[in-house]
């Protein structure tokens, strides 16, 4: 996995093609044909358009773009839909329009018990004013997989945007993701063994309607127009290479498998009692977020990293969803199709002796 996306990274840098876009050496063509490379296998990993498809440092930040892109759409009274599972690059980015543009945001809630985000609870908040929703296609704390493509036709049927921040589900499947309906998509590579390059995939007729902020130079149309800068260029062919692998997974063996495992650790989670996890939504992916009572987030971490065992802790960037649980954050284990039973089996030990 990793090793794919860095042994094409070293071989770009070892070669004699090393060179920067726009001249006329071999070179220079080499390099542009690998940004090519990226941009359609990302293109054919979220079931995009490649030349819609554009490339930047993280998801955050191309988030942020994008809300500059849209801000001449946007004027007072205006609304805006987060929901209460979003990490927060997909929420700070629209706070941030709203200040600028005077419009308003309105947050859809998860079932309190659950966590289950149903296509209710972003009807109920919609109005004739909204202009976008901004949608988790899994949240990155609980696992919760929304109807993205419910999601999409009520967004569309008010004349809205929606913005689906893939970043925690690609890893875990592509078949959502891909069906979802959504007019602009973002997901980052080093969520999926590959280097810290992230795509935001637009709609063409999105793409074609947006003048984002650019420098004078830059190209004016194309995904060019969104990249400020050059691209880090040996980073484009490990960015390629980490897509395929995912696009090739067998996925049905992938999803059974991270299922049996979710199970085996839900089941061995609930038999501590001093353990709670949060939420239970039906739909999700095999990630799990915790709590231990008497012990703190990171005194769990750093006691389970003493073991061999890798978790991570804090709020996760989900503000909305721990302020809301009265958490200041919690401890996050994630399974993916490389995981077996004996990580499991790790991670219950390490808590059993705790």
């Known amino acids: 996995m990793l090793g794919a996306a860095a042994d094409a990274v070293h071989d770009y840098l070892a070669s004699p093609d090393v060179a920067n876009l726009g001249a006329p050496s071999s070179a220079s063509h080499a390099t542009a044909a690998l940004v090519q490379e990226a941009r359609e296998a990302m293109a054919r990993l979220l079931g995009a358009t490649a030349n819609r498809v554009v490339l930047g440092p993280s998801s955050t930040a191309l988030l942020g ?12 009274g205006d609304e805006i839909v987060c929901t209460d599972l979003e990490h ?21 809630r998860a079932t309190a018990e659950t966590l289950d985000l149903p296509m209710s609870a972003v009807a109920d908040v919609l109005s004739e004013r909204t202009k976008l929703v901004a949608m988790t296609a899994a949240s990155n704390v609980v696992g919760t997989t929304p109807d993205l493509a419910a999601a999409a036709a009520l967004a569309h049927e008010a004349d809205a945007l929606l913005v689906v921040d893939a970043v925690h589900a690609v890893p875990h499947g592509l078949a959502g993701v891909r069906a979802s309906g959504a007019d602009a998509i973002v997901c980052s590579g080093y969520k999926f063994f590959g280097p810290h390059v992230s795509a935001l995939a637009l709609t063409p007729e999105l793409h074609g309607s947006l003048h984002p902020p650019r420098i004078r ?18 980073l484009m062919p490990g960015i390629a290479a980490a897509a395929n692998y995912l696009d090739e997974l067998d ?17 061995g989670l609930g038999e501590l009692p001093a353990v709670r996890v949060l939420g239970a939504p039906a739909a999700r992916t095999s990630t799990v977020t915790f709590a231990v009572e008497g012990r703190s987030p990171h005194e769990v ?14 709020n996760l960037y989900a503000v909305e969803l721990f302020a809301r649980l009265g958490l200041d954050g919690g401890v996050r284990a994630g399974l993916l199709h490389y995981n077996d039973f004996d990580d499991v089996a790790r991670l219950l030990a390490g808590l059993q002796a705790l």
């Open 65 to 76: 773009r994008l809300s500059l892109g849209l801000e001449e759409r946007f004027g007072p």
């Open 88 to 108: 927060d690059a997909n929420v700070s980015p629209w706070l941030d329009l709203a200040r600028r543009s005077g419009a308003t945001v309105r947050v859809a």
């Open 217 to 234: 130079p830059a190209p004016v149309e194309g995904p060019e127009s969104w990249e400020r800068g050059a691209l880090p260029f040996e």
């Open 251 to 267: 996925w049905t063996a992938a999803h059974a498998h991270q299922t049996a495992l979710l199970d085996a650790l839900l089941a």
């Open 301 to 314: 971490a750093a006691r389970l990293a003493e073991r061999q065992v890798a978790v991570t802790y804090g």
